[in-house]
């Protein structure tokens, strides 16, 4: 901390360096939770779709119960920081667990440790996620700090999400290989693999947390406000352009979280290769790097160099996003030899998905202003915690439809006998392949095109609009001064 009271390098580097460790961790669940249970240790594709999406509903209506618990808390370390340790700490271990699953248990107790495991990260997860984020008020001093702030573990988050995007199958093949006999079977390397990458990263997760609990310090007492259910869909029910944008966030999420739960099954069963891994690798490093710089160049290039209207870049965006989705398919059709020729689809899928991300943001806070004019309250915290939950939600219906998915087209290997560098390609039909590659590609489609018809009939918070609540809401301020 300065001597002005203002937050210093090692202040910042250490909220930072929390952010990217607990994004790692969410990563890691994220994107191969389902593919460790489902593919690698055989349980049934559709019963994973059931917990997950279960569990993502529990864990949205979690989130107004954890942050009113924060709220309520007093201690000496202040009412964030002991949650936010103890969280991690739990959630580290329950990581752990839930990617070292006892491979002896049969199907129906294999079932029960995943839900059990996984619901429990969930709530775990939780525990430290609402006040990580919630703490910030409590040792900034507002504006242009806490903004800053704010930007800079976004951007953390995103690099700790891209570590583990990039690195997880490659480490995971590594790791498997280096602590198994030459010619293990394959199923055993990536047991082994994902149990110890897994380690490595609980560890990483703990020491950043700490880090931030050690040199973060509550400087005041600072009241939290949290949202129950009741009151996000109360809000919701007087804000129709609130109703309109989380409706959208629905559409989107589930048609882009939907892909980027297949495409690892695209890659091992359609695109092929005994070390289809690499190319795995290659596409999801490719594509983080690209939302990545879509945030921080491809939208202030669209906004203020090109100067188009939010709501057209989100014409635009959607589009792309189209578009990359229909080249994806047809390249799907090829001989797919080269990874790099899907660089091409990804780039405007992955584009799209970071300008979007950016924009309803910004179409949220709209809304606020929209309420405020409207109903003469903006319930900022409100909205926004509806965010949250809304992405959860659809991240739990994604994560179930993939799961029947994979169930219809059983794409999963058979053979328990399999060693490192079979093709699996060869293994799998050329109709499950062909239902792999509508069903990650049409089905977003379908879902993106519902979400500019809905858009465009519902939205109306234009530029224009956006200004004039802007004056009216400075000139109802004056005349009340």
């Known amino acids: 901390m300065k001597k002005d009271g203002s937050l210093g390098f090692k202040e910042k580097v250490s909220y930072g360096l929390g952010a990217v460790g607990k994004d790692m961790v969410y990563m890691l669940s994220a994107s191969y939770v389902l593919y460790y249970f489902q593919d690698i240790l055989g349980v049934n594709a559709a019963a994973m ?9 529990f864990d949205a209506f979690n989130d107004p119960i954890m942050g009113l618990l924060v709220a309520k808390t007093k201690t000496k370390m202040g009412k964030f920081r002991p949650w936010l340790l103890i969280g991690t700490l739990t959630n580290a271990v329950i990581l752990y667990l839930m990617f ?8 129906g107790g294999m079932v029960a440790y995943a839900a059990c495991t996984y619901i429990l990260w969930g709530v775990t997860y939780t525990m430290m996620d609402i006040p990580y984020w919630s703490m910030i008020p409590a040792f900034t001093k507002g504006g242009k700090e806490r903004e800053g702030l704010t ?3 976004r951007s953390c988050a995103g690099v700790g999400s891209a570590i583990v995007q990039i690195l997880t199958m490659i480490a995971v093949k590594s790791i498997g290989r280096a602590l198994n ?7 055993q390397i990536e ?3 994902f149990k110890y990458f897994t380690l490595i990263v609980a560890v990483l997760f703990i020491v950043f947390i700490v880090i931030t609990v050690i040199n973060i310090k509550e400087e005041s007492t600072v009241e939290m406000q949290s949202a129950s259910v009741k009151d996000m869909f109360k809000a919701l029910l007087k804000n129709d352009q609130a109703i309109a944008i989380v409706i959208a966030i629905v559409l989107i999420n589930c048609s882009i979280y939907l892909t980027s739960n297949l495409v690892i099954y695209f890659f091992k069963y359609d695109f092929g290769g005994g070390e289809w891994q690499n190319a795995y690798t290659l596409f999801t490093t490719f594509g983080g790097g690209t939302q990545i710089l879509a945030i921080m160049l491809l939208y202030p290039f669209l906004r203020y160099t090109l100067k188009l209207s939010n709501t057209k870049i989100f014409y635009v965006a959607l589009g792309g996003a189209i578009l990359g989705y229909v080249a994806l398919l047809c390249l799907a059709f090829t001989n797919m030899a080269n990874v790099y020729l899907l660089f091409i689809p990804g780039f405007f899928i992955f584009a799209a998905n970071g300008v979007l991300s950016t924009l309803t943001t910004v179409f949220l806070a709209n809304t606020c202003d929209y309420g405020l004019l409207k109903n003469g309250r903006s319930d900022e915290s409100v909205i926004f915690s509806m965010q949250t939950f809304v992405v959860k939600l659809a991240s739990g219906v994604a994560v179930f439809v993939a799961g029947i998915a994979l169930q219809i087209f059983k794409l999963k290997k058979d053979d328990a006998d399999i060693i490192s560098g079979f093709d699996y390609s060869s293994a799998v039909s050329e109709s499950s392949k062909i239902g792999l590659r509508m069903t990650m590609t049409i089905i977003p489609v379908i879902g993106l095109f519902v979400a500019i018809l809905w858009f465009k009939k519902k939205y109306i918070l234009t ?16 005349s009340e001064n």
């Open 100 to 107: 070292a699953a006892p491979p002896s248990l049969n199907a």
């Open 463 to 478: 530029d224009a609009k956006i200004e004039e609540i802007s004056n009216e809401l400075k000139a109802k301020s004056l």
């Open 151 to 153: 930007t800079l573990a």
């Open 49 to 57: 779709g059931v917990i997950l999406l279960a569990a993502r509903i």
């Open 191 to 193: 047991l082994t693999g």
């Open 181 to 187: 006999p030459e010619g293990a079977l394959d199923k």
